[in-house]
């Protein structure tokens, strides 16, 4: 399995473009997280989704970012207009989740190389 | 007050040294805990997870106190290769797949 895939690797973007980052889960997988990650905040949740419906969306910072998954393999994280202070390095980590009526506990996130942003 | 709480460090420790990281959580309805490592430019993975009774794997033992809600990793002989940031997380009751992750804690080992 290649593991959880992420594109771009390096992304720099000015002020006030638009900004899309691309995630395929691994295969299987039916719980899918963003996350953000800096030097003073440390590793934020941003939204998480199982089976592709967005559980907790809590964590996104305001309106100008957005996140989908339009089917099981595939995700994205838009952010418009970018700003210097969304510079950071965003993973996506996905794990499976089994069904409620399962006594088996939470599955390990595996977690993709990341995309690191630069907003200048 | 952050939900998840290590101290950054750096812990700079020789070769062979042993080494302890402790951390706490303020959620008493945290239900799973488990200890990820993060290399330098990379991402984070599953070290090791932390059951009430303490468990071990190889070098490292982590242990539970669930009354004074904190989590410790302790590394034995410690190697050049141990040298990264271990990120405490805790699982909520009820949080589905959600996990919470510590700032970490940076290590250097030391020829």
């Known amino acids: 399995d290649a593991g959880v895939i992420q594109s771009p690797r390096h992304e720099v973007t000015e002020m006030g473009q638009e900004v899309t980052l691309r995630c395929k889960p691994i295969?299987?997988?039916?719980?899918l997280f963003w996350y953000r990650q800096t030097m003073m905040r440390g590793l934020e949740l941003l939204i998480y989704?199982?089976?592709?419906?967005?559980?907790?969306d809590s964590g996104m910072p305001e309106d100008r970012f957005s996140a989908k998954m339009p089917n099981a393999s595939f995700s994205t994280l838009k952010i418009q207009p970018s700003e210097p202070r969304d510079s950071a390095v965003y993973f996506c980590?996905?794990?499976?989740?089994?069904?409620?009526?399962?006594?088996?506990?939470?599955?390990?996130?595996?977690f993709g190389p990341g995309t690191r942003l630069t907003v200048t | 007050r952050k939900e998840v709480e290590q101290d950054p460090g750096p812990f700079n420790v020789p070769e062979g040294a042993t080494v302890a990281f402790n951390c706490t959580y303020s959620n008493s309805a945290s239900q799973s805990f488990f200890w990820y490592r993060q290399d330098c430019r990379k991402e984070p993975k599953l070290l090791m997870s932390v059951y009430s009774s303490g468990n071990e794997d190889g070098r490292f033992t982590a242990q539970l106190n669930r009354a004074s809600q904190y989590i410790s990793l302790l590394i034995r002989d410690s190697k050049l290769s141990d040298s990264a940031t271990y990120l405490c997380v805790v699982k909520r009751e009820n949080a589905g797949n959600m996990l919470t992750f510590g700032g970490g804690t940076r290590l250097m080992v030391k020829p």
């Open positions: 295969s299987g997988h039916n719980s």
């Open positions: 989704f199982n089976n592709n419906v967005p559980i907790d």
């Open positions: 980590a996905s794990s499976f989740r089994p069904g409620t009526s399962s006594r088996r506990g939470v599955y390990e996130q595996y």
